[in-house]
């Protein structure tokens, strides 16, 4: 069973920027294309980035475009997501999970625990 461990989210004020990364198990990472997802408290999660298998066509939420990058490291299994210029409405949950790359949908039944980001002077 893969697992995702999400890390390096925290409390930063506005305009400020976070580096989130997602370790995830298993040796066929570099065959998933992965997105980011991130669910606000009475939310529902919502696809923020994704990221395919290979090649440089990546895709953005458009509340982020601009402002996020994802990227991945297939040596090292993990997946990341650069947040610059962050705003309040940047606070959530974020998580990690393979995800078909078209749609956006999750492959993976189990998340991980997830990564708080909080947005706030």
């Known amino acids: 069973q893969v697992q995702l461990v999400e890390s390096g989210g925290g409390l930063v004020q506005p305009g400020g920027s976070l580096k989130l990364s997602c370790a995830t198990s298993?040796?066929?990472?570099?065959?998933?294309?992965m997105s980011w997802y991130r669910q606000a408290p009475g939310k529902e999660r919502d696809l923020v980035a994704s990221?395919?298998?290979?090649?440089?066509?990546?895709k953005y939420a458009d509340s982020v475009k601009g402002r996020y990058t994802i990227s991945r490291d297939n040596t090292k299994n993990t997946v990341y997501l650069q947040m610059n210029s962050l705003k309040p409405e940047d606070t959530a949950v974020y998580y990690c999970?393979?995800?078909?790359?078209?749609?956006?949908?999750?492959?993976?039944?189990?998340w991980g625990q997830g990564t708080q980001v909080t947005v706030s002077s």
């Open positions: 999970n393979a995800a078909n790359f078209v749609t956006g949908a999750p492959a993976f039944v189990s």
């Open positions: 298993g040796s066929t990472f570099r065959t998933y294309a």
């Open positions: 990221i395919p298998s290979a090649g440089s066509i990546k």
